[in-house]
């Protein structure tokens, strides 16, 4: 049968900040309009701090929301997308993608518009810190210092390169700080570098979380990388990007559904990328919360 009478409307979201920007997009839409997919762009601007207010307010018009964009984009339509139940077509955009390869998406926006025509949609679960969501990682201490030196514009010009590039420049500027963790029961004072929860599996342009996360487990995956010398973070680097770090007795890891972290003075939280909270900073998760076209 044509593809007419099967015909969708999707509420398009294009970051065009993105580092992809708009280079490749037109052929993605134009794999999603011959599928029977008509585009609805927002009336009026709809930049990525807008994205939960565009994505309500058009809600009962459409079907489907198609975003395109990196994790930060992701991470600001992540609240409606679940509140609406709107599934969420991905054109990875971005810098990392790091949603997009923890589903296995393709980072080409073209293949990425295939796996949205072919409808298989599965409900991945939510993080959440202090109210805000996060898809893949919220973190504190080292990654906040690399959030604030990766500006939108080095992002675009440098791309992943750029995570390697400002991490070198702060890295030898970080010092530990005590944490209070309170969870499953127990409370634990540590001297760390750099604490993480992740809900998904890859962050950070590579890096991965836990060597068996996925989105649909159910599980928060901390890590708390407990060393004294900056230098020896760089020796944990090839473990933190295969997600093997918690076998090493530098580093305290878990798993859970609910923990605080407490610190002696306030310490931003690095959510997808963003620095939206601080602590003292109250995790969860939420069970099969987001509707997302996956391959």
Known sequence: MHPQAFRRRALLLVNKKARSGTARVQDALDVLTASGVDLV?????????????????NASGVDLVVAGGGDGTM????????DTGLPLGILPLGTANDLARSLSIPVNPVEAARVITAGAVRRL?????NGHPFLNVA????????????????????????YAAAAS????????FTAFIDHDGTVEEVRTMQMSVGNGRFYGGGMTVESSATPFDGRLDFYSL????????????????RGTH???????????TELTIRTRRP?????????????????????????????
């Open 267 to 295: 310490h931003l939280v690095n959510t997808d990328g963003e620095l939206l909270t601080s602590t003292p900073a109250h995790f969860t998760i939420s069970r099969a919360a987001l509707p997302v076209f996956v391959p």
């Open 125 to 129: 679960d939510l993080g959440n810190v």
């Open 139 to 162: 973190s504190i201490g080292f990654s906040v210092n690399l959030a604030r030196q990766l500006t939108s514009e080095a992002k675009k010009r440098f791309g992943v390169l750029g």
């Open 226 to 241: 407990e060393v004294e010398h900056w230098w020896q973070l760089v020796r944990l680097a090839p473990a933190l990007r």
């Open 246 to 256: 918690g076998q090493h007795a530098s580093v305290r890891a878990f798993g859970t």
């Open 75 to 82: 991470n600001a339509a992540a609240g409606a997308i679940r």
């Open 41 to 57: 762009e927002p009336a009026g601007l709809c930049t990525r701090e807008d994205l939960d207010r565009c994505i309500r307010d």
């Open 169 to 176: 420049r702060i890295l030898s500027q970080s010092r530990p």
